[in-house]
């Protein structure tokens, strides 16, 4: 399946929420390859609609090659825990950036998978981060946002001046 180009932040559509998925179809079948396709080119362990410019709530996650391909649709946070641990995030839309972000470190949430069977699963740790991550983008929240204004503005002066 095709490559697709990445948006770039600041790209609007990355601050944009996403509809729920309602059409269960051998079309998200495909995108979601494509999804995972354009993610191990980045390269990523995540990638959303979003980050491709389309505005639907599909997450892939690949944690590593010998790990499943895990795709969730229309995910949800139900329940987060109070522990918290900190784990160093960046994007695929803004290539080179990483910075330390604080996230509860297990998480409950809700999805459907690629049939739109409803799921209920939890996760913890590296998997937890990557899916709160991803979801947030799905609801508009780029991961700078997860940033103290100081680190986020040195962030963005950084990619700024990496890109001209």
Not at 104 to 124: C, L, M, N, S, V
Not at 138 to 152: M, P, V
């Amino acid at each position: 399946m095709p490559v697709r180009p990445i948006i770039r932040f600041p790209d609007p559509l990355l601050r944009t929420a996403c509809p729920p998925v309602t059409v269960f179809d051998d079309n998200l079948r495909m995108f979601t390859v494509d999804l995972l396709d354009t993610m191990r080119a980045a390269p990523g362990v995540g990638i959303t609609g979003p980050h491709i410019g389309v505005l639907t709530r599909v997450v892939v996650i690949e944690l590593s090659r010998e790990d499943s391909v895990r795709t969730y649709i229309n995910p949800e946070i139900l329940w987060s825990s109070e522990e918290t641990m900190r784990h160093v995030e960046g994007s695929v839309s803004m290539p080179g950036m990483t910075e330390e972000i604080t996230r509860p470190k297990a998480i409950r949430f809700h999805y459907q998978d690629i049939d739109g069977t409803a799921h209920e699963a939890a996760a913890e740790d590296f998997l937890a981060i990557c899916i709160q991550h991803e979801i947030d983008q799905l609801d508009g929240i780029f991961w700078l946002q997860r940033l103290s204004k100081l680190k986020r503005d040195r962030l963005v002066k950084k990619w700024e001046k990496m890109r001209s």
